[in-house]
């Protein structure tokens, strides 16, 4: 009897085998950014870089940026809740 695995379970252990599991997931936290915060931060945020667990956030005003300040754990959380394991531990507004 086979067992049918989801495809990004397969992905994640296809990368952990090559040494890449790490990066791989650092880099996935950007295309779960808009799910994480939804529509309305999404909106005002761009994601563009990920390194040593920080991904930089390009905010389009000041306002925003203030304000996200006050979430940024809870977005921390949510992104690492998506990737299914602690990935991201911070996250830096510009």
Known sequence: MSVVKPIKNLI???FK???LEEPFGQHLALAYWDK???KE???HTEPFR???GVIYVKVDNDAWRNELQ???H???DKLNANLG???IKEIKFY
């Open 70 to 72: 006050f979430f940024k």
């Open 85 to 87: 394991k602690t990935v």
């Open 17 to 19: 085998f090559v040494g």
């Open 41 to 43: 931060i999404a909106r």
């Open 50 to 52: 990920v390194k040593d």
């Open 36 to 38: 994480a915060v939804g």
């Open 74 to 76: 809870e977005i921390v």
């Open 12 to 14: 994640f252990q296809y």
